[in-house]
Nanobody, 129 residues
Framework: QVQVVESGGGLVQAGGSLRLSCTVSGLTFDDFTMGWFRQAPGKEREGVSCISWSGRNTYYPASVKGRFTISRDNAKNTLFLEMNNLKPEDTAMYYC??????????????????????WGQGTQVTVSP
């Protein structure tokens, strides 16, 4: 049984930082590309970062590039998201994704939902003005 557990969210002022963590069990972690998605109330779930199984390749949409950093520790089956210079528009529930489909074409980055239902409960990030 696959379990995904996110943590590290919280309330922070604009300009602040947070570090999210995601621990995965029940599968071979380093077989999978991993990613972070977020969903604000009334909006679609969107991909905000993606990392290859080795950690060598990372992907970010323009909205977070330069502020967010994704990383992974395959020995600990753990995924991280370092978020700096947070903005009120970053407020959302953040979810860890197993096996998202990620690509880039010049400056256009695509991070699509994985073809599975391995989602955790999410961790709330709230950024106050």
């Amino acid at each position: 049984q696959v379990q995904v557990v996110e943590s590290g969210g919280g309330l922070v002022q604009a300009g602040g930082s947070l570090r999210l963590s995601c621990t995965v069990s029940g599968l071979t972690f380093d077989d999978f590309t991993m990613g972070w998605f977020r969903q604000a109330p009334g909006k679609e779930r969107e991909g905000v970062s993606c990392i290859s199984w080795s950690g060598r390749n990372t992907y970010y949409p323009a909205s977070v590039k330069g502020r967010f950093t994704i990383s992974r520790d395959n020995a600990k089956n753990t995924l991280f998201l370092e978020m700096n210079n947070l903005k009120p528009e970053d407020t959302a529930m953040y979810y860890c994704a197993v096996g998202p489909q990620c690509s880039s074409n010049k400056d256009l980055v695509s991070i699509r939902r994985p073809p599975n239902n391995y989602w955790g409960q999410g961790t709330q990030v709230t950024v106050s003005p």
